[in-house]
């Protein structure tokens, strides 16, 4: 940083040369080193082609080989397990600008702390490129985890761009419940309506079917349940569920039975408490029911420079049927144009340009009229099924 008396105003690049200034960004994004979406997915080779295209293994499992005699001919076994799908990788990105109105508190700032006003402008740079960066990963983790629970990414940026994208999950890898069993409904009408367990659903008996269908019938490589944490405190809760297990490990000791105008009613003892971590260890270690990778993830974006809730990336109605043996993801990206440009320098000397591991451009740019320093990023990338084939998804609850 350059050495500048306390009254001295003027843009970022009078007071962070072109090297600091991708070191201090370095140093800014390493706080999203543990984003959700690298639990899922590792970056891809950046391309110049803002086209993709991902080669798909059609059949997991392995034909074993034959046993032959001495002068056997080898068996030649069909090669037709590749097949090809592609798409277009979304744009994402946004930016800030220190405007006058913010170098005059930043003057005042200065003066109070003892600081340069270069060193007043550098932190607030920092404090809002950490929020700048950490909004790209979240539309990273957002995407991932729309994609993981649907197969589908659908994404309305704050300027009405709509992107849309289906991978092309086979049909037979989406599963639910019988008709009538979905494991919750909706009761009352108007103000009055909730959601409450469906009576009829047996949650245990179909993670069994659905596991039993998708390893045995369909082949697949799957071994855990991804679920948003809202589905997974609601199984727990599900009366299906803690009956099983209080039947499983008290017997009929435990049941209230109630008989009026010929229907039966069974309810558990309200004196015997489940305990989560009991419950848990039986429906994995008795019952066979696979691990679950549990996801609680909460986003923002703004409308009308108010930050308002997003809904939940991953969707609460589904669960996806998953292999720990590799992330389900590729991220996807290309090449910014503005790397191009970078190669034949700066087209003034307030311009600073950088490539956050590579790939997430940032550009600073000071104008004197009005008097503005302007800093935002772009990135061409998306998240991309490493083989749609291996994968489930269970609807076990809708809307309707």
């Not at 320093?373 to 998804?393: H, M, R, S, T």
Request: negative net charge; hydrophobic residues 35%.
């Amino acid at each position: 940083m350059r050495d500048v008396n306390l009254y001295g105003i003027s843009g970022l690049h009078e007071y962070v040369d072109a090297e600091s200034f991708g070191l201090l960004l370095d140093n800014v994004n390493a706080k999203y080193n543990r984003a959700i979406w690298r639990n899922y997915a590792s970056w891809g080779e950046p391309t110049d082609d803002r086209e993709w295209k991902q080669g798909v293994k059609k059949t997991p499992i392995m034909v074993r080989a034959s046993v032959l005699g001495t002068q056997s001919e080898k068996p030649q076994r069909s090669t037709q397990g590749w097949e090809i799908y592609g798409g277009t990788l979304p744009q994402v990105g946004h930016g800030f600008s220190i405007i006058q109105d913010d170098m005059i508190e930043l003057r005042k700032v200065a003066k109070l702390s003892n600081l340069t006003f270069g060193e007043a402008l550098t932190d607030c740079f920092i404090q809002n490129s950490t929020n700048m960066l950490g909004g790209v990963h979240n539309e990273l983790s957002y995407m991932t985890l729309q994609a993981m629970s649907t197969g589908e990414i659908h994404d309305v940026a704050v300027d009405g761009y709509h992107f849309d994208f289906k991978f092309e999950i086979p049909n037979e890898n989406f599963v639910s419940p019988d008709a009538g069993k979905e494991w919750f409904k909706y009761e009352g009408t108007g103000a009055d309506k909730k959601l409450v367990p469906n009576a009829d659903a047996d949650v245990i008996e179909d993670f069994l079917t659905f596991q039993k269908y998708y390893t045995d019938t369909r082949n697949l490589g799957v071994d855990h349940w991804k679920m948003s944490k809202w589905l997974f405190d609601m199984i727990l809760k599900h009366p299906s569920v803690k009956n099983a297990f209080l039947a499983s490990k008290y017997g009929n000791n435990y049941m209230n039975i109630s008989i009026s105008d010929g229907d039966t009613t069974i309810s558990h003892d309200p004196r015997i408490k489940v305990i989560q971590s009991e419950l848990l260890q039986w429906m994995h270690r008795d019952m066979g029911i696979w691990p679950f990778d549990v996801i609680d993830f909460k986003s923002r974006h703004e409308e009308d420079g108010k930050p308002v809730n997003d809904a939940p990336a991953f969707d609460i109605h589904n669960m996806a049927a998953a292999s720990r043996q590799y992330k389900p993801f590729e991220m996807k990206c290309m090449n910014s144009i503005l790397k191009d440009r970078s190669k034949m320098g700066a087209h003034n000397d307030s311009v600073r340009t950088t490539f956050v591991e590579n790939r997430i451009a940032v550009q600073n740019v000071w104008q004197d009229r009005p008097m503005m320093n302007i800093v935002d990023c772009e990135l061409f990338a998306g998240p991309v099924f490493q083989n749609v084939q291996d994968y489930g998804i269970a609807s076990v609850w809708s809307e309707a």
